[in-house]
T-cell receptor, first 114, second 113 residues
Framework: NAGVTQTPKFQVLKTGQSMTLQCAQD?????MYWYRQDPGMGLRLIYY???????DKGEVPNGYNVSRLNKREFSLRLESAAPSQTSVYFC?????????????FGAGSRLTVL | KQEVTQIPAALSVPEGENLVLNCSFT??????LQWFRQDPGKGLTSLLL?????REQTSGRLNASLDKSSGRSTLYIAASQPGDSATYLC????????????FGSGTQLTVLP
């Protein structure tokens, strides 16, 4: 099925370890986003990419890096994980040509940092 | 900085009742507003999108309204069903090429059979 695919779905890390969350969309969307969701705080934007080859910081970028590998893929990297990064991470994409702002979300990646 | 607030945080109603979920935002210079549904352990599903020039949008039993000047939106659910139980999130879209969304923290709705 067409949509946004995130891997892994679950991950447990120790403090200081690194990891990369992968995201791929097959809808030919230009814009892609990484959000984190914490209890009682809604979703907060970490990084976004308005088009292939560009990335920009969102509201909470500290401790993260991103790569827009190509039009389909947008990865999020934690270089040195901290307990404060325990969260559920969502990738999303949007088609710019329509002028609309309807985002398609992945199913989420639940990360626990011990 | 845009801030989005949803009250109440949780709501429980009997099946069949009509209900209203509220969303307020601090900066009225928005591009659009979107309502999402999130089921436990799942991603977000877009329900309704209202452009800044529109007053309301309808889809089936759902009706969303937008009052930019007062910084408010409501999601009306008619004849609620147990299958409507989920968390409903409001998100405000900014202008600009990436049209980032600012989310509220959601209202957790439980519809009792």
């Amino acid at each position: 099925n067409a949509g946004v695919t995130q891997t892994p779905k679950f991950q447990v890390l120790k403090t200081g370890q690194s990891m990369t969350l992968q995201c791929a969309q097959d809808m030919n969307h230009n814009s892609m986003y990484w959000y984190r969701q914490d209890p009682g705080m809604g979703l907060r934007l970490i990084y976004y990419s308005a088009s292939e080859g560009t990335t920009d910081k969102g509201e909470v970028p500290n401790g993260y890096n991103v790569s827009r590998l190509n039009k389909r893929e947008f990865s999020l990297r934690l270089e040195s994980a901290a307990p404060s990064q325990t969260s559920v991470y969502f990738c999303a994409s949007r088609a710019e040509s329509s002028g609309a702002n309807v985002l398609t979300f992945g199913a989420g990646s639940r990360l626990t940092v011990l | 900085k845009q801030e989005v607030t949803q009250i109440p945080a949780a709501l429980s109603v009997p099946e069949g009742e009509n209900l209203v979920l509220n969303c307020s935002f601090t900066d009225s210079a928005i591009y659009n507003l979107q309502w999402f549904r999130q089921d436990p352990g799942k991603g977000l599903t877009s329900l309704l999108l209202i452009q800044s020039s529109q007053r309301e949008q309808t889809s089936g039993r759902l009706n969303a309204s937008l009052d930019k000047s007062s910084g408010r939106s409501t999601l009306y659910i008619a004849a609620s069903q147990p299958g409507d139980s989920a968390t409903y999130l409001c998100a405000v879209g900014a202008s600009g090429s990436a049209r980032q969304l600012t989310f509220g923290s959601g209202t957790q709705l439980t519809v009792l059979p």
